[in-house]
């Protein structure tokens, strides 16, 4: 199961949620309900298209590489590398959405949650306000300065109580795929190329 945010050490169905888009300069985004850890592989189809596939070898609810189940990227891909790929709901622009959090943005959340609290709790949460730059051509080249002066708690209103109300566990949002699913995809991406592939299948691995 996904954790809470008090629990995260900081360290797929297909979902009708839309994803949060990060835009340069300031952002403004609620969290709330839990935290979903994992890792993710990205592998190329023949097309260009970067498909994720969970690491399987991560344990979600442990937050810790256990290599319980077969994971099958580390099989056809032996030098492929996973990546840290933890994952929340925010409320932003009067909706829900998925955010993929960014690894050092996170962190500095989880450093101010010392001082402030847990910013997913209903009425003492705080609004989380930081400052995307870019610093480069490349699309890696971004840093992300968490504004903590500006981080006030604040408790839902009754429209943002209404939007949380039986919010589902990020766990139902974004569905750990099987074993066999990753590998009949693998099977698929090897044999026809991403464009090619069943749409059922790459659900089972989508990131939001």
Same mark, same amino acid.
């Given at each position: 199961?996904?954790?809470? +945010? ?14 949060? !888009?990060? %835009? ?18 990205? @592998? ?8 994720? +596939? ?19 990227? %580390? ?5 492929? &590398? ?14 829900? =959405? ?5 690894? =050092?943005? +996170? ?13 997913? *709790? ?6 989380? =306000?930081? &400052?995307r730059t870019k610093t480069g051509?490349?699309?890696y080249n971004v840093e992300y ?11 839902? *209103?009754?429209?943002? /109580? !209404? /939007? ?11 569905? %750990? ?11 698929? @991406? ?6 090619? @592939? ?6 089972? +691995?989508?990131i939001g």
């Amino acid at each position: 199961m996904a954790l809470t +945010f008090a629990k995260s050490k900081g360290a797929a169905q297909k979902s009708s949620i839309s994803s949060f !888009a990060y %835009r340069d300069g300031d952002n403004s985004v609620r969290l709330v309900g839990d935290v979903l850890a994992r890792y993710v592989y990205w @592998i190329e189809g023949k097309n260009g298209k970067n498909i994720p +596939f969970e690491c399987l070898s991560f344990d979600r609810n442990e937050e810790r590489f256990n290599n319980k189940e077969k994971d099958w990227v %580390r099989e056809y891909y032996p030098d492929l &590398k996973c990546g840290w790929s933890y994952a929340m709901q925010c409320i932003d622009g009067g909706e829900v =959405k998925v955010i993929n959090l960014k690894k =050092k943005l +996170f962190e500095q959340i989880m450093t101010a949650a010392e001082d402030l609290g847990d910013p997913t *709790d209903n009425q003492t949460g705080w609004d989380v =306000k930081f &400052k995307r730059t870019k610093t480069g051509p490349l699309a890696y080249n971004v840093e992300y300065q968490l504004q903590v002066l500006k981080c006030k708690p604040r408790p839902l *209103d009754e429209t943002e /109580l !209404a /939007l949380v109300e039986g919010l589902k566990s990020m766990d139902d949002v974004m569905a %750990r795929p099987t074993p066999d699913a990753q590998k009949t995809l693998l099977d698929e @991406i090897r044999e026809a190329g991403a464009e090619e @592939i069943d749409e059922s299948l790459e659900d089972e +691995f989508k990131i939001g």
